[in-house]
């Protein structure tokens, strides 16, 4: 019973710290369990539409403060690895359409669908938070097959857009003069501020995603370069999902090996 007592305590302290991360193995018990226990394949949409700016710490008051909408999605842009350290977001420009796409950096397979709807939601209310009105999505590019009609109608509640499965990656549209639009009672300041706070306890590891995190270690290996299962045990992964993570983004670790 001391024993169970104390993981729990050991897990409550681990919770309330602002430091704490889990591994992507953690990850993926965590949602493998939430899933089965609630029996919602639409988890990953009702999660991210109940994440709001402000749990998002100093990155979040960043946001809050930037001094409009493009302003904001630029700090996360930079700082977005902090929180989401499986996904690449860039913001491109076309005409009068801008387009917010997420690219996986590592293989999230067999969560890919919880994990992009996660991130989806929580933007949208995100935006829609920082200017107090309806946000007008042109379109949605999501990179997995369309689910079950049921699942797909929480979709349709949550996004007044069409929606596109199975394209390359995440993609949300929208219309370009949203970028300008000013954010209530920003302060430069407090920006500034957030910003520094982010750049400096933002770790060289979580910035550079996964592939740059293996070749910093393979160039800074003193002695035997550390084979796959002991690169894993750093990153805190399998040496399954490191493979696969690594064979999605087009190379493999003999190959890193061989460059390094």
């Known amino acids: 019973k001391k024993s169970v007592e104390s993981r729990w305590v050991r897990a409550e302290a681990t919770l309330a710290s602002p430091e704490a991360r889990i591994s992507y193995h953690q990850f993926g018990i965590l949602t493998s369990n939430a899933l089965r226990l609630t029996g919602n394949p639409g988890l990953g949409l009702d ?124 993609e949300i549209e929208f219309d370009a003069n949203l970028l300008a639009t000013p954010i209530a009672f920003a302060d430069p300041a407090t920006a500034k501020l957030a910003e520094l706070f982010c750049s400096e306890q933002l770790g060289p590891q979580v910035a550079e995603g996964l592939l740059g995190q293996v070749r910093k270690l393979l160039d800074s290996a003193r002695g035997p370069l550390p084979n796959l299962e002991q690169l894993s045990r750093t990153l805190q992964t399998s040496p399954r999902t490191l493979r696969r993570s690594l064979h999605a983004m087009g190379t493999s670790y003999q190959t890193l090996l061989e460059n390094s």
């Open 47 to 170: 999660c991210g539409h109940n994440i709001r700016v402000a749990q998002m710490g100093p990155l979040g008051l960043a946001l809050m403060n930037s001094a409009s909408v493009g302003a904001a999605l630029e700090a996360l842009l930079r700082h977005s690895h902090s929180l989401m350290p499986a996904f690449d977001l860039s913001l491109r420009v076309e005409g009068d359409r801008a387009i917010l796409r997420a690219t996986e950096t590592l293989s999230l397979d067999p969560f890919r669908v919880f994990s992009t709807e996660v991130l989806l939601a929580s933007m949208s209310v995100q935006v829609h938070s920082l200017i107090a009105e309806p946000i007008t999505v042109s379109r949605i590019r999501l990179p997995y097959p369309e689910p079950e009609p049921a699942h797909v109608a929480r979709y349709r509640e949550l996004f007044h857009a069409p929606i596109e499965f199975d394209q390359p990656a995440m």
